[in-house]
């Protein structure tokens, strides 16, 4: 069992830069993947970034790439979600999730995750 507890997030003007923050007990993150989504009001949830198990490669989605830095510290058992140039679009609640058994293929879908943390409000606007 992995716990997933979030910090960061906040109130920025667009342009601003933030980091959202995921730490995991229970369990080290080594061998899981690790997502970040994020739900706007009355919208699905969303992948935004992810690392495979193997921790070798990261996605995106299109909208946040160049923009948005996950890392991940099998060490220190954390992952990070480091935004610049923020938007107004990027306004949501973020998530972190772990997955035991996601395939890179699945790494975009939320269903394939197990485990949550508990969402971190990301507000853009002037």
């Known amino acids: 069992q992995v716990q997933l507890v979030q910090s960061g997030g906040g109130l920025v003007q667009p342009g601003a830069s933030l980091t959202v923050s995921c730490s995991a007990s229970g369990s080290t993150l080594r061998g899981y993947a690790m997502g970040w989504f994020r739900q706007a009001p009355g919208k699905e949830r969303e992948f935004v970034a992810a690392?495979?198990?193997?921790?070798?490669?990261?996605y995106y989605r299109d909208s946040v790439k160049g923009r948005f830095a996950f890392s991940r510290d099998n060490v220190k058992n954390t992952v990070s979600l480091q935004m610049n140039s923020l938007k107004p679009e990027d306004t949501a609640v973020y998530y972190c999730?772990?997955?035991?058994?996601?395939?890179?293929?699945?790494?975009?879908?939320?269903?394939?995750?197990?485990?949550w943390g508990q969402g971190t409000q990301v507000t853009v606007s002037s």
């Open positions: 999730a772990a997955g035991r058994r996601v395939i890179t293929s699945e790494l975009i879908n939320p269903a394939a995750y197990d485990f």
């Open positions: 690392s495979s198990r193997s921790g070798g490669n990261t």
